[in-house]
């Protein structure tokens, strides 16, 4: 069994203190690759893409 690697949400600028999930990219129990595009996170500024580190499996979303 491999490894759960939580995931955590990037800070994009100093002022950053909070942003949300616009939409989840990816779904439970699906495979995806190393620069693969997870999530798009909204801030008060920008939406921005976060990307895949690793190659992996979702095994579960726990938050929305």
Do not use: H
């Given at each position: 069994m491999s490894r759960i690697r939580a995931f955590t949400m990037p800070k994009?600028?100093?002022?950053?203190?909070?942003?949300?999930?616009?939409?989840?990219?990816?779904?439970?129990?699906?495979?995806?690759?190393?620069?693969?595009?997870?999530c798009l996170?909204?801030?008060a500024k920008i939406t921005n893409e976060v990307e895949a580190e690793y190659e992996a499996t979702v095994r579960r979303i726990i938050v929305d």
């Amino acid at each position: 069994m491999s490894r759960i690697r939580a995931f955590t949400m990037p800070k994009w600028g100093i002022e950053m203190t909070e942003g949300t999930i616009a939409e989840w990219m990816v779904k439970e129990g699906e495979t995806f690759k190393r620069g693969q595009t997870l999530c798009l996170i909204e801030t008060a500024k920008i939406t921005n893409e976060v990307e895949a580190e690793y190659e992996a499996t979702v095994r579960r979303i726990i938050v929305d």
